[in-house]
């Protein structure tokens, strides 16, 4: 059904589709207000497959809300985990200016305590490359006490052949607390725009020094729709891609959502 209302609103406007997966970062800005964007995903790591979803909708011109749920399907089926995020884009990222933005979130799964936390969110957008980069503050239940989590990531795009893009990423856990060794992760992927709001990625990622906290490796795949569900009105100014030059925002392949640790809010980037 909500495919069908993204195909059906097409017909009058088109917003482009700008999806946060499937590399560990975010950009700074945020869904055009109006549309509403819908991202499937699936994740292959030893001994585990999942699923995830996220459905973004923008409230406003630099807010957006996002519902994401992510399920184990194999070898165990979990019940899942929802997170809820709203990101709130400070400065605007246009070619050659730094844009800022800050996301708080929380995440909820059955038998388990709720985490909560915020992306903290700079971007740099240079002719077709960008540049993302992210520091996620993670609140952990640790011996009955919240304890706090850093997550660095660091993102660039760039464009291929024609309406293919790719990016590569380094990314790393760093816990605060019981001294846990910090892991690291590298990842490579490509995004392709099959249609103006249809992108269809896929991400490979490499996990080091701690396997407890980062998969040793990962492949991901995932399609992302995207429509108006209130169309902009004739006057609207266009809002700036994450590139900021008027150029298709999904050709530098930086297409992130999902952080791909088994985390509940991993679904939302």
Known sequence: MLLALLAGSVQAATPTANPGRPSFSDNAAPTDAGAMELELGTA????????????????????????????????????????FLFKGTLIQP??????????PYLSCEPGADPGFGAYLIVS????????????LIEAIRYNDAFQFQLDPVLTIGFPLVGDLGGYVEAYGIIPTYNEIQPALG??????????????????????????????PWKVQLGITFSGYLIPPGNDATPEPDRNGNGKNGKKNGKKSGGNGRGQPNSTLR
């Open 124 to 135: 740099y957008p240079q002719g077709d490359v960008q540049i993302d980069a992210n520091l």
């Open 44 to 83: 292959f790591e030893p001994e585990m497959f999942s699923s995830n979803y996220v459905l973004k909708f923008g409230l406003h011109k630099r807010v957006d809300f996002r519902l994401g749920f992510e399920q184990a399907m194999s070898p165990v089926y979990a019940p899942g985990a929802f997170t």
């Open 94 to 103: 246009r070619d050659r200016v730094l844009g800022a933005a800050i996301a």
């Open 186 to 215: 590298l990842a490579f992927g490509l995004g392709y725009e099959a249609r103006k709001n249809i992108v269809i990625d896929a991400g490979f990622d490499a996990g080091f020094l701690n396997n407890d906290l980062i998969s």
